[in-house]
Nanobody, 116 residues
């Protein structure tokens, strides 16, 4: 069993920055990837960014050039540095991770609000 705990969300003005963290604990072996998703009010959950094995990263087009995903393998933690935030980035941000090609987990989410 694995637990994912996000932190770092909050209220920020447009143009500002936030750094989200997601720490994995428990039976943390064989990490395939750690990723970020978000869900805005009244909208489906959408992919934001992923940090996969071998240092591979990928981003949604809407955040490319503004967000950076990174991972500290020693701490089993994935980060999402969010710069140049816009009101459209307002959402609950969820951490998602897959282990050993089988087990997938979600965090409880951390809210981000960007005011105009």
């Amino acid at each position: 069993q694995v637990q994912l705990v996000e932190s770092g969300g909050g209220l920020v003005q447009a143009g500002g920055s936030l750094r989200l963290s997601c720490a994995a604990s428990g039976d943390v072996t064989g990490i395939n990837y750690m990723a970020w998703y978000r869900q805005a009010p009244g909208k489906p959950r959408e992919f934001v960014a992923i940090s996969a094995s071998g240092g591979i990263t990928n981003y949604a087009d809407s955040v490319k050039g503004r967000f950076t995903v990174s991972r500290d393998n020693a701490k089993n933690t994935v980060y999402l540095q969010m710069n140049s935030l816009i009101p459209e980035d307002t959402a609950v941000y969820y951490c998602n991770a897959k282990f050993n090609g089988i087990w997938e987990y979600w965090g409880q989410g951390t809210p981000v609000t960007v005011s105009s």
